[in-house]
């Protein structure tokens, strides 16, 4: 394979932007796939949405064979984003799965993310530097305290509170150093009771103390994998919306992802706060690529999910027998993908997502409001 140059990420080119697909093929495209690498973590965050799942050893993957021919046979693969647990936690897994995948990409030409909490030494980034386009970390911590307590919630035997601290400091440097060397770091938020009354704080430390390029921000939404953090209400989403745009460097990329705000639902609030969100130098709206342009191949079983944490949907189809171009296609015309994947072309708009929907908009047919849209543009 030839190496294909890319164009550097940034707010003009977001290659996990759903809609693009749209732009360029007319239609949702299988364009993205998100690989669970591995379920060993130094770490069990109350929030993660694979927390359950993780164990103290990984089993046997499936040949790295099988996997690149399923990548083969996708024409349109811009992106593979690589999570687990940490990815970067066992050497053997990053030699026989993590290693062989990123080379894959690079000779194909494809934007890779990873997703890590980047407390692990600094050389295990250092090692695998040239071959990421975005390193993705979640980044919840109002304070110390937080890290320590939350960071290892869901963990029965929780290592020393210094050792749990000294991790903390290891995210902040790692961050740092990999960003000043060129790396584009990008922190993500997820908007809860717990992360709410510390956003100035965070958001000031992945600007100034991490460097990151790019802070995300996404509302939580209930599922099991979090249930003992509170959700915040559509009201209190909103209200917290103009307070990040209010208290953000305006220099530094924000994306904002899966928001509880569509442009078809008639409400003056809502629209004035899309318009604030649009108009903001440096914001981007990101419709989710769950299930719009990516599914997530679990390396060990083959199973097939449309979300990291599969609550709504479960296993839909397996790579040991099944083409993924095949699953996607299947996926999209299941009546839960029908009812979700609406369109807005004025608004470049994709709709809810399952959680979304049913957290907010129960009741609401987006399929009909969908009708209206097009009817009044």
């Not at 140059?5 to 796939?33: C, M, Y």
């Not at 593979?80 to 080379?103: Q, Y």
């Not at 979640?138 to 000294?166: C, Q, Y």
């Not at 369109?343 to 907010?360: A, S």
């Amino acid at each position: 394979m030839l190496y294909t140059k890319k164009e550097p990420i940034s707010i003009l080119n977001d290659p996990w932007e759903a809609h693009r697909d749209v732009d360029q093929f007319g239609e949702l495209t299988l364009s993205n796939i998100e690989f669970t690498t591995t379920n060993l973590c130094n770490m069990r965050c109350s929030h993660c949405a694979v927390g359950y799942t993780l164990q103290t050893t990984d089993p046997t993957p499936l040949p790295m064979s099988l996997i690149t021919q399923r990548l083969d046979e996708i024409p349109h693969l811009k992106t593979i984003s690589i999570t687990g647990g940490e990815p970067m936690f066992s050497k053997k897994s990053i030699r026989e799965v993590v290693k062989p995948l990123l080379e894959y990409a690079f000779h194909r030409g494809i934007y890779v993310q990873m997703n890590s909490n980047l407390t692990l030494p600094l050389d295990r980034y250092l090692e695998i530097a040239e071959y990421i386009d975005v390193m993705h970390i979640s980044h919840n911590w109002g304070t110390i305290d937080t890290f320590t307590e939350v960071g290892f919630g869901a963990m029965t035997k929780k290592p020393p509170l210094k050792a749990r601290e000294n991790l903390y400091h290891q995210m902040i440097s790692n961050a740092r150093t990999l960003s000043e060397q060129g790396m584009f770091v990008s922190a993500e938020t997820m908007l809860n009771k717990s992360t709410q009354p510390h956003l100035e704080r965070i958001h000031h430390e992945v600007v100034h103390d991490m460097k990151c390029q790019r802070h995300e921000i996404h509302p939580m939404y209930p599922s099991d994998f979090a249930s003992q953090l509170e959700v915040l209400s559509l009201a209190e989403i909103k209200a917290t919306l103009h307070h990040l745009l209010d208290i953000r460097d305006p220099n530094v990329w924000m994306l904002f992802g899966t928001l509880p705000i569509f442009p078809c639902i008639e409400n003056e609030d809502d629209q004035r706060l899309r318009k604030s969100l649009l108009n903001a130098p440096n914001v981007s709206l990101r419709n989710d690529p769950d299930g719009r342009s990516r599914l997530n191949v679990n390396v060990f079983t083959g199973n097939v999910i449309v979300t990291d944490f599969g609550d709504e949907t479960g296993t839909i189809s397996n790579i040991q027998r099944d083409n993924l171009n095949d699953v996607f296609q299947k996926w999209l015309s299941t009546l839960l993908a029908q009812s979700l994947n609406c369109h807005c072309p004025k608004f470049k708009c994709l709709g809810p997502n399952v959680l979304v929907k049913n957290m907010y908009y129960s009741n609401l047919d987006f399929k009909i409001n969908e009708q209206k849209m097009h009817q009044n543009h």
